[in-house]
């Protein structure tokens, strides 16, 4: 008889971790092993996955590799990266090339893990798949009447952005958070292109509550440096459609740009597919502290400014409560 279990495989070049893995899965799912990329996909040929979860550190093919393969093979298995160390390119990478679902460290919490893969495999099983179109640099900018939204302290990178899709999209643009939640309550804002840290503050937590408010805006993260831990919870509780070094490529930009934007034009035709992107909740009290920051920051900015306008802060706090339905 056909199992009806969701059917997981297992990637990694040491037979102890593979081991481990069937034996911490094997009761729930049907568990399937590779020990290397090569012979993964061979196995994604022959069967439906739900979920493939893979190392990275492997030879000849990184975990990366072969996530991208998979997403290329076959659309609707959930892909989930592991690793044993913070190695910035491949986290990044993880983003860019392969949309991995979670991201998890090594070594695995054995009381977790089997829920994120249940987790995934549920999704895979009940969510449509999304399709493969791959956007090039020379196809066109479709916006759809979208905003993109740029939040960064440089007003160089609004510009770029203005720069690369022209007449197709409005682009807004605010060096502070506060202005931020006005924009987001009042524009249609399709994309967020956003610094990680805007001013002092951390602005990570704005774009990972939004994801889970309000899934069908895609985010673009952008740095001048990298930190794994970070990028690690923007996959994990943002779901970051892309992160991107600076300094920018103006072609490469607007690929990203592009791309972002038929992403959301996805999402928004068809909301299932906003299931695949499901994020961990964030730490309790990370709504609050960003609120509070994000006053603290927009009164030192008015100060600074010597702007009073009026009203403001009470606006800013019905606002920033309509935005998260708080």
């Known amino acids: 008889m056909a199992s009806n279990k969701s059917k997981i495989l297992c990637v990694d070049d040491e037979p102890n971790i593979v081991r481990s893995l069937q034996w911490l899965l094997q009761r729930e799912f049907e568990v399937h092993t590779a020990s290397s990329g090569q012979d993964a996909l061979a196995l994604v040929n022959q069967h439906d996955f739900d979920v493939v979860i893979s190392d990275q550190r492997m030879p000849v093919m990184t975990g990366v590799e072969v996530l991208r393969e998979v997403k290329r093979l076959s659309p609707r298995t959930m892909r989930i990266l592991l ?61 759809n009447g979208g905003c993109i939204l740029v939040i960064d302290d440089d007003p160089a990178m609004a510009q770029a952005v203005s720069e690369v899709v022209g007449e197709a999209a409005k682009v807004s643009y605010t060096q502070n958070l506060a202005d931020a939640v006005d924009i987001l309550n009042k524009e249609s804002v399709s994309v967020i292109v956003a ?37 690690t919870a923007l996959i994990n509780q943002g779901q ?75 606006a800013f706090g019905a606002g920033f409560r309509r935005l998260f339905g708080v």
């Open 240 to 314: 970051i459609y892309r992160f991107v070094p600076k300094p920018v490529r103006a072609g490469y930009l607007k690929l990203v740009i592009n791309s972002a934007l038929r992403k959301h034009s996805s999402l928004s035709l068809e909301p299932g597919l906003s299931g695949r992107h499901t994020v961990e909740a964030t730490a309790p009290g990370t709504l609050d502290s960003l609120m509070i920051d994000v006053q603290h920051a927009a009164m030192q900015y008015e100060a600074r400014n010597q702007a009073r306008r009026t009203g403001f802060m009470a």
């Open 83 to 143: 690793t044993g160390y913070s190695d910035m390119q491949a986290i990044v990478k993880s983003v860019n090339d392969s949309e991995v679902f979670r991201f998890i460290n090594k070594p695995w919490n054995i009381g977790e893990l089997p829920k994120v893969v249940a987790q995934a495999a549920e999704i895979a099983r009940s969510r449509p798949a999304e399709s493969g179109e791959e956007v090039t640099e020379e196809m066109p900018i479709v916006a």
């Open 195 to 231: 610094e990680t840290r805007v001013g002092s503050i951390d602005a990570t937590r704005l774009v990972r509550l939004m994801k889970s408010r309000h899934p069908q805006i895609v985010t673009v993260m952008l740095t001048d440096d990298g930190d794994a831990d970070t990028v």
